[in-house]
């Protein structure tokens, strides 16, 4: 298998592929941690972050929204970037394990689905407002912030590209 199909095989498309890996992870007893983004332009923050992330299990799932669902969230200028090629460029990070992608503006029913053992977000929300705080707790996992790194962000760069910045 070459590297292309390695990466690939990580977007895990359907509901019978993320019980599959699932039920393997879980068979090896590998700790579980999600998290999720519409990751429009990957960056140095967003690698830091996973790569933080991916450092409180064994195995880093990350859900990512649908061109439909940033579009809900970010508006009709969003994504720059479709989705299959977001999710490639995620599952080529090798502290990846997953890609799932979701067309919800929340990503609760995946996370209900994953159950994982650890859920994280960005320091911006307090863990008790982080969706899927209580599915995760109820079955004794845990949730977790990680600090954004300062000036990295899809909309600054946006904004520099576009040259609406000041500072660009």
């Known amino acids: 298998m070459g590297q292309l199909d390695t990466i690939m095989a990580k977007i895990i498309l359907t509901d019978a592929g993320i019980q599959q890996s699932l039920a393997y992870w879980r068979f090896k007893d590998y700790r ?5 983004g519409c990751f429009d332009i990957l960056h140095r923050g967003h690698a830091e972050y ?8 064994d195995v880093l799932v990350v859900g990512l929204n649908t061109d439909n669902s940033v579009r809900a969230i970010k508006g009709p200028g969003r994504p720059l970037q479709d989705e299959k090629s977001r999710a490639l460029l995620l599952a080529s990070l090798s502290f990846v394990g997953a890609v799932i992608l979701f067309d919800q503006e929340t990503p609760e029913e995946l996370i209900r689905l994953v159950q994982p053992d650890v859920l994280v977000k960005g320091s911006d929300y307090k863990p008790e407002d982080i969706v899927g705080h209580g599915i995760v707790t109820a079955r004794g996992g845990r949730v977790e912030t990680i600090d954004f790194i300062e000036g990295y962000s899809s909309s600054d760069i946006i904004k520099k590209i576009s040259g609406s910045d000041p500072q660009s």
């Open 32 to 36: 579980i941690v999600f998290t999720n």
């Open 50 to 57: 996973l790569a933080r992330a991916s450092d409180l299990g």
